[in-house]
């Protein structure tokens, strides 16, 4: 686990660096692959290849504008980083902290309910701001009513990946890196835990 300012900072930088282009190639790919290559299709590019469609199409669609996918990676990386930084990291740990010790609480169950709680304010909170970002502004009007029910749409598609790509396959690699750059201050602290 982070000691200090700057290692929490490292810590978060690597989990979004991973975690963002997990969510960008899940929502592109996986969730709106299909739409994307129907798209392309309506314009008369046939393809079966989902980042080919999105080129046809001239890019990602945000507030009505196309962009890149790598302008996309950007964005969300930014948002993500800013967030993790000032709202989701502190507050997991917080939470986690008024129901178990972590002097008492063994490691392993520590990080794993600050994971848990850090999917639930990150999930909710991205899912915001993709439903405000990549709202379909050239189908829809956008009211609140239906930027509710899409905010609500994509938590239901991003919860369940979000809590087993972080709990399984991204935390656990984001924790062994963490302690590969900073094997001195961990190797000490994991001295400490033990005693």
């Not at 490691?107 to 899912?127: K, L, Y």
């Not at 087993?164 to 991204?170: A, R």
Request: proline letters at 5%; one cysteine or more.
């Amino acid at each position: 686990m982070p000691k200090n300012q700057f290692q929490r900072m490292v810590f978060a930088f690597i989990t979004v660096l991973i975690t963002v282009h997990a969510f960008v190639f899940y929502s592109l790919y996986i969730l709106n692959g299909a739409a994307f290559i129907a798209s392309a299709g309506a314009i008369g590019v046939q393809t079966n290849s989902v980042i080919e469609a999105i080129n046809s199409l001239g890019g990602v669609p945000v507030f009505g504008r196309s962009l890149p996918i790598w302008a996309i990676v950007g964005i969300e990386f930014a948002l993500a980083y800013l967030l993790e930084c000032t709202v989701g990291s502190p507050l997991s740990f917080k939470l986690a902290c008024r129901k178990f010790d972590p002097q008492k609480t063994h490691p392993v169950i520590f990080e794993s309910v600050v994971i848990n709680a850090t999917v639930g304010i990150m999930c909710p909170a991205m899912s915001f701001l993709a439903a405000f970002l990549y709202f379909p502004y050239a189908w829809e009007k956008l009211t609140i009513f239906t930027f509710l029910a899409h905010w609500a749409k994509l938590v239901i598609f991003n919860f369940p990946f979000a809590f087993f790509t972080q709990m399984y396959f991204i935390q656990p690699f984001v924790r062994f890196c963490f302690r590969r750059i900073f094997a001195n201050d961990t190797a000490t602290s994991l001295g400490d835990d033990m005693k």
